[in-house]
């Protein structure tokens, strides 16, 4: 599933004009392509064909056709897996079929009235909201309230005639019945749980109406935790709609740079071993996967060279380290800013985690489940405060572990931020220095590949 940005279909279609004019005036480099940086559409959306897959099947497909979706969707991952990314495609497809999208942010929906209002067209909401007063079957007279106070209300009165003021969920449906609507609300764990409930309510409503509304929701993994009650329900009922990311394997890995150059319009070819060499370096995380095709793509010298070499991995390393480094050194501020953890925040139990994973899962950068209190417990006892269940908390909203596939594990958000947060925390002497007795002192550049690829 290419995707090419705006940068890169304007390079393609002026390379095609000047082919076709017959001109060789390309000699001008076309922009990066490449996207590093939280929130934005990759050149190419690589490993995601399964969840692109569902989503396409299971949900737009249906809107487009005015039926209801079977279920919700949630993706849930750590930081920089690329959910946003997700989220961004969804969008661009939706309105691309019809549907209408409604993007709902945390910070810009503090309470129930302003999720009903921003969930409704424009002039529906502003009708809705209008204050009415109604009829009842006894010819009393029952005044409804502005929108927040009426959820589903509307229906619960029995009145004469016509209802002038639907509740939201009226509303909601007959919008939903003249164009799709597709909610989508992004960083899900930073919303309030008493402006969530209503919504996962409302959603669950319109689907028992038929009516083609679809909720999709992208979040850290402490998202069910972070929304409470609301929250646990709302997972029980997902199904075939709950979308794990992980990171991208070789294959996909590799495309994300070799497709990703191409989406410039121009054939650069990338030879195979340096491909895995990146992938070796990245591990997988799609941030760093467009750190490296930035790197890669500002080194190579277009239009004498045409293609990737190993050469162009070795003068990139250095770049994408130094961005990687800088990348850490945010993440090592957030474990010491933890400071309701201790003077050293989190450091201790961070490294004591990292170090478990390195001695116990080595490069696999896993441990068994069991194992995990007693390195935050051994964290902790390093003048820390708080409880386990808080530490372990923490570590999974930071990314810094995650739930394995496998049974019983878990894994580090990023495999290399193990060594890098140990190497860090005994430089700093926040743990004991014998922690970094046997430790590579060194980030060091990917070593090209000497097994065939099977
Ligand atoms: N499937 C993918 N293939 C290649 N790059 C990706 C993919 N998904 C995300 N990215 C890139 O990874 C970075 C982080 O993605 P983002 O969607 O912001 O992650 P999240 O929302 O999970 O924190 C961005 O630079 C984005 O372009
Ligand atoms: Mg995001």
């Not at 001109?23 to 490993?47: D, I, V």
């Not at 929250?231 to 394997?249: E, H, I, K, V």
């Not at 925390?425 to 004991?432: F, I, M």
Request: charged share 25%.
């Amino acid at each position: 599933m290419p995707h090419t940005g705006k940068a890169s279909l304007g390079a393609r279609l002026q390379s095609s004009v000047s082919r076709l004019l017959g001109t060789r005036r390309e000699t001008a480099k076309p922009p990066n392509p490449f996207t590093p940086g939280a929130g934005r559409l990759p050149p190419f959306l690589a490993g995601r064909g399964e969840q692109t897959h569902i989503l396409d099947e299971a949900l737009l497909q249906s809107l487009s056709r005015e039926l209801p979706a079977s279920h919700d969707f949630a993706m849930v991952g750590q930081r920089g897996i690329g959910k946003t990314a997700l989220v961004v495609w969804l969008h661009r497809k939706a309105e691309q079929l019809g549907i209408r999208v409604v993007k709902l942010s945390p910070r810009g929906i503090p309470n129930e009235r302003e999720l009903m209002l921003q969930t409704l067209p424009k002039p529906v909401a502003e009708a809705a909201d209008a204050q009415a007063t109604v009829e009842t079957t006894s010819g009393l007279n029952a005044t409804l309230g502005p929108l927040a106070a009426r959820r589903g209300e509307a229906r619960r009165i029995e009145t004469q005639g016509r209802v002038d003021a639907p509740s939201w969920w009226d509303a909601m449906e007959s919008a939903a019945r003249q164009q799709p609507i597709l909610i989508v609300a992004d960083e899900a764990q930073h919303f309030r749980p008493d402006v969530v409930g209503p919504l996962f309510e409302g959603v669950q409503e319109m689907r028992g109406r038929q009516a083609p509304v679809a909720l999709v929701i992208a979040g850290t993994p402490d998202t069910w935790d972070a929304l409470s009650k609301a929250g646990a329900s709302f997972q029980s009922r997902l199904g075939r709609g709950r979308l794990s990311l992980s990171l991208l394997d070789e294959v996909a890995s590799m495309q994300a740079i070799d497709e990703g150059m191409k989406a410039t319009g121009l054939d650069i070819k990338s030879e195979e071993a340096p491909l895995r060499m990146v992938y070796a370096d990245s591990q997988g995380y799609p941030y760093f996967l467009q750190v490296w095709g930035e790197a890669l793509y500002n080194r190579l010298d277009w239009p004498r060279e045409q293609a990737i070499t190993q050469k162009h991995v070795e003068a990139a390393w250095p770049d994408v380290n130094k961005i990687r480094v800088e990348y850490y050194s945010d993440r090592w501020r957030e474990m010491l800013n933890a400071q309701e953890f201790g003077p050293s925040g989190l450091v201790p139990v961070c490294a004591a985690v990292a170090r478990g994973m390195i001695v116990e899962g080595g490069d696999d950068a896993v441990l068994a489940d069991g194992d995990l209190d007693d390195l935050i417990a051994e964290g902790l006892a390093l003048g820390g405060a708080g409880a386990i269940n808080e530490a372990r908390q923490f570590l999974t909203h930071m990314g810094f572990i995650i739930k394995s596939r496998r049974d019983g594990l878990v894994e580090a958000g990023i495999p290399s931020l193990m060594g890098h947060t140990l190497r860090a925390a005994v430089a700093a002497k926040r743990v004991p220095p014998q922690w970094g007795d046997g430790l590579d002192l060194e980030m060091r550049p990917p070593k090209r590949p000497t097994t065939p690829k099977g």
